[in-house]
């Protein structure tokens, strides 16, 4: 019972969480396949989490470990998939999570961030 209740405790903070709650509400998708293009970039993956609300689009992504301070590649990926959805969603707010499973955290990245992630991407692919 100890074992169960120190493993299920962090657990329920993640889910419970009310910044992205909704992830976990019903209504919300697992494994949502996106896929579209930005300048010079084709954009194939999967959303582990979505869900949307009537003025907010929310997208976590699983990650295995230990939280990094600079998940540049992470970053990146979440930036993309908002960059997409930015065009199918243009009224929302698009917010992004990392949700650690292995300490369980669950870490929004800012929108400055992205933006950063996803110029550097773009220059890259124009250069």
Excluded: C
């Amino acid at each position: 019972d100890e074992q169960r209740a120190a493993v299920l405790q962090p657990v329920l903070t993640i889910l419970t969480d009310a910044r992205f709650a909704p992830l976990f509400a019903p209504g919300s998708r697992a494994e949502v396949p996106i896929v579209g293009n930005l300048p010079g970039i084709r954009v194939n993956g999967q959303i582990d989490r979505l869900a949307v609300t009537g003025t907010q689009v929310l997208i976590a992504d699983y990650k295995t470990g230990r939280p990094r301070l600079e998940p540049a590649a992470y970053v990146r990926q979440l930036a993309l998939y908002r960059a997409i959805l930015a065009r199918l969603y243009p009224r929302h707010v698009i917010r992004a999570a990392l949700i650690w499973t292995d300490v369980p955290d669950l870490v929004e990245i800012s929108d400055v961030m992205m933006d950063a992630a996803l110029a550097r991407t773009l220059a890259l692919t124009s250069a």
